[in-house]
């Protein structure tokens, strides 16, 4: 079946320094890829999201890359800061109802 | 706006009680809408999904089942908990090829 892998499960990164999360998906029908980060207790909120006719996208601090020929894409997130600290989930989405996530990566970010 | 809510936040319930969460979406008509459960330190876990009034998609084989009574109102029950439903349980809504809007989760303790 159809699935994402998130690499790595934890990142521990110095303040100030980039962070960089990949993931890989299966289904070559997906063509939307949301990026979740999740903090403690709460739901995940979408922080980023790039459709499949697009290579990269940037907001602010954070960039998502895409190669759609490999099925790979990227978070990127650059001068990071102690609230980025949290768990944040990679996904891909086809035409159908369900939407696939990776499994997750626990980023740290050490003062 | 479209707004999705959950309730209860958090409970606490025996082994072999029955258990009842509710997800009710505004904003939005004829809603695709999810159960996710993620255990601690995890990632999520697709349980259910729904595409209209009536119709139920079970990812996961498991002593849970879910209902939707109507356009906007999603319900996860079980009729005996098992220590192994402690979880997180989040709803979700989403429309077609697009991001996935979280509720605020229920954290379920099943002692």
């Known amino acids: 079946g159809e699935n994402v892998e998130q690499h790595p499960s934890t990142l521990s990164v110095q303040e100030g320094d980039s962070a960089v999360i990949k993931c890989t998906y299966s289904d070559s029908a997906s063509n939307y890829f949301p990026w979740y980060k999740q903090e403690l207790g709460k739901g995940p909120q979408l922080i980023i999201d790039?459709?499949?006719?697009?290579g990269e996208k940037k907001d602010q601090r954070i960039a998502v890359t895409l190669n759609k020929t490999a099925k790979h894409f990227s978070l990127h997130i650059t001068e990071t800061q102690p609230e980025d600290s949290a768990v944040y989930f990679c996904a891909a989405v086809s035409s159908a109802s369900k939407i696939i996530f990776g499994s997750g990566t626990r980023l740290s970010i050490r003062p | 706006s479209q707004t999705i809510h959950q309730w209860p936040a958090t409970l606490v319930q025996p082994v072999g009680s029955p258990l009842s969460l509710e997800c009710t979406v505004e904003g939005t008509s004829n809603p695709n809408l999810y159960w996710y459960r993620q255990a601690a330190g995890r990632g999520l876990q697709l349980l259910f999904y729904?595409?209209?009034?009536?119709?139920i998609s079970s990812e996961v084989p498991q002593n849970l089942s879910a209902s939707r009574p109507q356009d906007r109102q999603f319900i996860l029950s079980s009729k005996k908990l098992l220590l192994s439903d402690s979880g997180f349980y989040l709803c979700?809504?989403?429309?077609?090829?697009?991001?996935?809007?979280f509720g605020p989760g229920t954290r379920l303790t099943v002692t």
């Open positions: 979700a809504w989403r429309p077609p090829g697009s991001r996935e809007y």
């Open positions: 729904s595409v209209g009034i009536g119709q």
């Open positions: 790039i459709r499949s006719n697009v």
